[in-house]
């Protein structure tokens, strides 16, 4: 067996948020940081191939955004390596290998859920990038695919990716997939989640860090998983509710720091999009992400309505959010 810790840090993954194409970018994640100091903050999946041969920086990030993860894309070992190496450099945190995407786009690209069928593959791509960073390599995945969804078909997975690859950080969605006949979005309602399957690997592998994915909404739901394993990933519910990241530190960390207030969390974003703006930003890039921060409050939906019909338009500033902010009672804002 491989000494996976060997010179390598982990950072808690306790509680982190999912990586979501088109969602957890560089903004958002500033975004989150400003709720909660502890929350691992995870990337969009980039592949290898964007990374190595596109245009632009796609592991650009902001310094406040630590403890953050990227989590690649790709089944080419040297590429992986390669891209692993990069984003330790750069300060990554962590690197995260996606083994548990279902979409097409995906498993055409040959990566994602599909990789659960060749854990030799997963193996070798883990093997090399550990063998070239001293961040941890860690992979997330699904309870299976297709008709290979039995608990021996999971835990050959896990047990390979280990004990050959030296991984010893796991997050699984607690679904299986389906690689074809269902839609992504379908492929997180439909399939039926198994959290008894996701405790029963910690039981099976208590040397592992096991952390779980899929449905959960709450802190509370949080906090019972973490009655069996060691982490919980949320998906869109800390996207489309960010105030529930408000919490996170005083309840599942200890922190005694006072809560902070909706408007405040606004307002502290005011010198980052200003910052952004100056360097060619998009106002609309960033304030989408700042929808749900008053959900369930009154002015929510002036807040929103606001912001969606002009932050979009030419020339908009942090006027916008400031006019949409005005729109909360504030005495309400508790």
Same mark, same amino acid.
């Given at each position: 067996?491989? $000494?996976s810790?060997?010179?390598?840090?982990?950072?808690?993954?306790?509680f982190?948020?999912?990586?979501?194409l088109?969602?957890?970018? !560089?903004?958002c994640? *500033?975004f989150? !940081?400003l709720? +909660?100091e502890?929350?691992?903050? *995870?990337?969009?999946?980039?592949?290898?191939?964007?990374?190595?041969?596109g245009?632009?920086?796609?592991?650009e *990030?902001?310094q406040?955004?630590?403890?953050?993860?990227?989590q690649?894309?790709g089944?080419?070992?040297?590429d992986?390596?390669?891209?692993?190496?990069l984003?330790?450099? !750069?300060?990554?945190?962590?690197? $995260?290998l996606?083994?548990?995407?279902?979409s097409?786009r995906?498993?055409n690209g040959?990566?994602?859920?599909?990789l659960?069928?060749?854990p030799?593959?997963?193996?070798?791509?883990?093997?090399?990038?550990?063998?070239?960073?001293?961040?941890p390599?860690t992979?997330k995945?699904?309870?299976?695919?297709?008709?290979q969804?039995?608990?021996?078909?999971?835990? !050959?997975?896990?047990?390979?990716?280990?004990?050959?690859?030296?991984?010893?950080?796991?997050?699984i969605?607690a679904?299986?997939?389906w690689?074809?006949?269902l839609s992504p979005?379908? $492929?997180?309602?439909i399939?039926?989640?198994?959290y008894?399957r996701?405790?029963?690997?910690?039981q099976?592998?208590?040397?592992?860090s096991?952390?779980?994915?899929g449905?959960?909404?709450?802190?509370e739901?949080s906090?019972?998983?973490?009655?069996?394993l060691?982490?919980?990933?949320?998906?869109?519910?800390? *996207?489309?509710n960010?105030y529930?990241?408000?919490?996170?530190?005083?309840?599942?960390?200890?922190?005694?720091k006072p809560?902070?207030k909706?408007?405040q969390?606004v307002?502290?974003?005011y010198p980052?999009?200003e910052k952004?703006?100056s360097?060619g930003? +998009?106002?609309?890039?960033?304030?989408?992400?700042?929808?749900?921060?008053?959900q369930?409050?009154p002015?929510?939906?002036?807040?929103?309505?606001?912001i +969606?019909e002009n932050a979009h338009?030419?020339g908009?500033g942090?006027e916008v959010v400031?006019?949409?902010l005005a729109?909360?009672?504030?005495?309400?804002?508790?």
């Amino acid at each position: 067996m491989i $000494n996976s810790k060997e010179n390598k840090k982990y950072v808690s993954n306790r509680f982190s948020i999912a990586p979501m194409l088109d969602w957890t970018d !560089r903004h958002c994640r *500033y975004f989150h !940081r400003l709720m +909660s100091e502890h929350t691992l903050l *995870y990337t969009e999946m980039v592949t290898t191939g964007a990374i190595i041969h596109g245009k632009g920086d796609f592991l650009e *990030y902001s310094q406040q955004e630590h403890p953050i993860a990227l989590q690649l894309g790709g089944s080419n070992a040297k590429d992986l390596a390669h891209c692993a190496k990069l984003a330790a450099e !750069r300060g990554y945190d962590e690197v $995260n290998l996606n083994v548990g995407c279902p979409s097409d786009r995906v498993q055409n690209g040959k990566f994602g859920a599909c990789l659960m069928a060749e854990p030799e593959l997963v193996t070798e791509c883990v093997a090399e990038m550990r063998a070239v960073v001293d961040i941890p390599v860690t992979v997330k995945t699904r309870i299976g695919i297709d008709d290979q969804d039995s608990y021996e078909f999971l835990t !050959r997975f896990i047990h390979m990716v280990h004990e050959q690859g030296g991984v010893d950080q796991f997050t699984i969605h607690a679904r299986k997939a389906w690689l074809s006949g269902l839609s992504p979005k379908e $492929n997180r309602e439909i399939p039926e989640l198994d959290y008894p399957r996701a405790y029963q690997l910690k039981q099976d592998f208590p040397q592992l860090s096991i952390a779980v994915n899929g449905g959960v909404k709450t802190l509370e739901d949080s906090l019972l998983h973490l009655q069996h394993l060691d982490g919980v990933m949320v998906g869109r519910e800390a *996207y489309q509710n960010p105030y529930m990241l408000a919490e996170v530190d005083q309840r599942l960390f200890g922190s005694d720091k006072p809560i902070k207030k909706r408007s405040q969390i606004v307002q502290e974003m005011y010198p980052y999009i200003e910052k952004q703006l100056s360097e060619g930003a +998009s106002l609309g890039h960033m304030t989408r992400h700042m929808l749900g921060i008053f959900q369930a409050m009154p002015g929510a939906r002036q807040w929103r309505r606001y912001i +969606s019909e002009n932050a979009h338009k030419k020339g908009s500033g942090i006027e916008v959010v400031e006019t949409a902010l005005a729109k909360i009672p504030t005495e309400l804002d508790v």
